[in-house]
């Protein structure tokens, strides 16, 4: 997919989520699947490759049994200690990323080649956390920023139970929100609800059934 652009045969645009984290990514991604487009999910597929045994073998041959929950299977949590905190965390995180990311790789493009395939389809959409470090944004038509204030962001984050260590820890992970916002072509407000939120998309969608800026 690498330097590739995905637009579909019969005009289907593929649009990439980008935003900082707790900004509500995966919302608009739900919202725009309820409006009629078809979501890649990079995070199910994340969860998909956590249950491949070959990389559970990986990860437990270099962590130990510390990361497996009660019912042996990955303990999600377990793991995002080990890839966003402590001294070697960004040396971690590469090499779970090296496991995880091929695999979610091939599965958006079968996603992407069954979207192409589709004359009725008129909006598929990418929900990648990573879509830029990743490299998956060369498979995108448009780029869509999700433009949240930093304090509304930290309490969205706080809801899910996390410390203000835990989600500078994320960010500091991921590409700064001047560079993504800087590489979308589009910028949806998500700052007040989720009904304001779905009346601007659908509002940028318009009768066409395709984003607008």
């Known amino acids: 997919m690498a330097g590739e652009k995905a637009r579909g045969r019969a005009g289907t645009i593929v649009v990439g989520i980008l935003g900082g984290v707790g900004s509500g990514k995966s919302l608009v991604a739900e919202q725009l699947r309820q409006m009629g487009a078809e979501v890649f999910s990079a995070d199910e597929a994340g969860h998909r490759a956590l249950d491949d045994p070959a990389i559970t073998g990986e990860l437990v041959a270099r962590w130990g049994d510390t990361i497996l929950a009660a019912d042996g299977r990955l303990d999600r949590q377990a793991i995002a200690e080990r890839v966003f905190q402590g001294p070697d965390a960004e040396r971690e995180l590469e090499f779970l990323e090296q496991l995880t990311h091929p695999r979610i790789g091939r599965e958006m493009k079968v996603f992407l080649d069954q979207v192409r ?39 969205r984050c706080q809801q899910r139970g996390w410390s203000r260590q835990q989600w500078e820890a994320r960010e500091a992970s991921q590409q700064s929100l001047d560079e993504k916002r800087a590489r979308a072509s589009l910028v949806i407000d998500n700052n007040s609800d989720e009904t304001a939120l779905r009346s601007r998309l659908q509002e940028k969608l318009g009768e066409t059934g395709k984003l607008d800026s």
């Open 117 to 155: 395939q589709r004359d009725d389809l008129r909006l598929a959409v990418i929900d990648a956390a990573l879509l830029l470090e990743a490299g998956w944004d060369t498979a995108c038509d448009e780029l869509l920023f999700v433009a949240v204030d930093d304090e509304i962001r930290w309490k």
